[in-house]
């Protein structure tokens, strides 16, 4: 159904355009490829967080309408119709999922590691619904890798477009095991290396600008982060020439 959806002309389209686009612009605008590489090896958190401060305000007018020539927003809506009860999203970011929570979830916990994220999350109006509407709702200043939760705390763990932006992704996404119930859900929406070599390439040769400009590694391997982290995947979709990874995945209780 939803690569059905996806498969609507205006979304090819606008995926199309959105990856022409942006590799034009990234080559024309491209810093020394020598002083990026240098950027991106000593990358750290307190550099992403650092870089996420400083374009938290701007952040969600910038990439709104990437999302939606993308169909980024259909998939957020999809992805989240299988949350249900207790729900942690990680990497929660400015929030750009919570006009999408079902009815289902009646307790929210949002963690970010960058302050200044959280601070606009908190100023969204969706926010203030679900303060309103939810038993209870949360929000933390947290990193991912060290989740201070007691084990299986919660029925959903929630991620999109984290594991890029993280110092130990595989580590993140075991201590989302660890806080997902055994018979919860893991759901994940990612980018990262491509189905095809020529852009997966394309990907490695711009990560440090990329890197520079938005705390984040576009071209990490998310399938084996995934598969290291010993996740049970259930099901798994990739979309915009396999760079986008839609996976619900399930905690193996092997950690």
Same mark, same amino acid.
């Given at each position: 159904?939803?690569?059905?959806?996806?498969?609507?002309?205006?979304?090819?389209?606008?995926?199309?355009?959105?990856?022409?686009?942006?590799?034009?612009?990234?080559?024309?605008?491209?810093?020394?490829?020598?002083?990026?590489?240098?950027?991106?090896?000593?990358? $750290?958190? =307190? @550099?992403?967080?650092?870089?996420?401060?400083?374009?938290?305000?701007?952040? +969600?007018?910038? /990439?709104? !309408?990437? &999302?939606?020539?993308?169909?980024?927003?259909?998939?957020?809506?999809?992805?989240?119709?299988?949350?249900?009860?207790?729900?942690?999203?990680?990497?929660?970011?400015?929030?750009?999922?919570?006009?999408?929570?079902?009815?289902?979830?009646?307790?929210?916990?949002?963690?970010?590691?960058?302050?200044?994220?959280?601070?606009?999350?908190?100023?969204?109006?969706?926010?203030?619904?679900?303060?309103?509407?939810?038993?209870?709702?949360?929000?933390?200043?947290?990193?991912?890798?060290?989740?201070?939760?007691?084990?299986?705390?919660?029925?959903?763990?929630?991620?999109?477009?984290?594991?890029?932006?993280? $110092?130990? =992704? @595989?580590?993140?996404?075991?201590?989302?095991?660890?806080?997902?119930?055994? +018979?919860?859900? /893991?759901? !994940?929406? &990612?980018?990262?290396?491509?189905?095809?070599?020529?852009?997966?390439?394309?990907?490695d040769k711009f990560a440090g600008v990329?890197?520079?400009?938005?705390?984040?590694?576009?071209?990490?391997?998310?399938?084996?982060?995934?598969?290291?982290?010993?996740?049970?995947?259930?099901?798994?979709?990739?979309?915009?020439?396999?760079?986008?990874?839609?996976?619900?995945?399930?905690?193996?209780?092997?950690?």
């Amino acid at each position: 159904m939803l690569k059905a959806a996806l498969k609507r002309p205006s979304f090819l389209f606008g995926g199309a355009v959105v990856y022409i686009g942006a590799s034009t612009v990234t080559y024309l605008t491209l810093y020394k490829p020598k002083t990026a590489d240098d950027f991106l090896l000593q990358l $750290d958190n =307190a @550099k992403r967080r650092h870089i996420f401060n400083e374009n938290a305000v701007k952040y +969600d007018k910038a /990439i709104d !309408l990437d &999302e939606k020539l993308m169909g980024i927003s259909l998939m957020r809506r999809y992805l989240l119709r299988s949350c249900s009860e207790n729900v942690l999203e990680v990497a929660a970011g400015t929030g750009r999922n919570l006009g999408y929570y079902p009815r289902s979830v009646k307790q929210l916990t949002l963690i970010d590691f960058s302050d200044g994220m959280v601070e606009q999350l908190k100023k969204k109006y969706e926010f203030e619904q679900i303060v309103s509407t939810m038993d209870q709702c949360d929000c933390h200043v947290m990193r991912a890798e060290e989740l201070q939760f007691p084990d299986q705390s919660f029925d959903t763990v929630i991620d999109t477009f984290g594991l890029c932006s993280m $110092d130990d =992704a @595989k580590s993140a996404l075991r201590e989302m095991q660890r806080v997902c119930r055994k +018979d919860g859900k /893991i759901l !994940l929406l &990612e980018h990262g290396q491509s189905h095809y070599k020529w852009l997966s390439s394309l990907l490695d040769k711009f990560a440090g600008v990329h890197a520079k400009a938005w705390g984040c590694q576009w071209n990490r391997d998310i399938l084996a982060l995934v598969r290291d982290a010993e996740l049970e995947i259930e099901d798994i979709k990739r979309f915009h020439f396999g760079t986008t990874y839609y996976i619900v995945a399930r905690p193996t209780r092997m950690i």
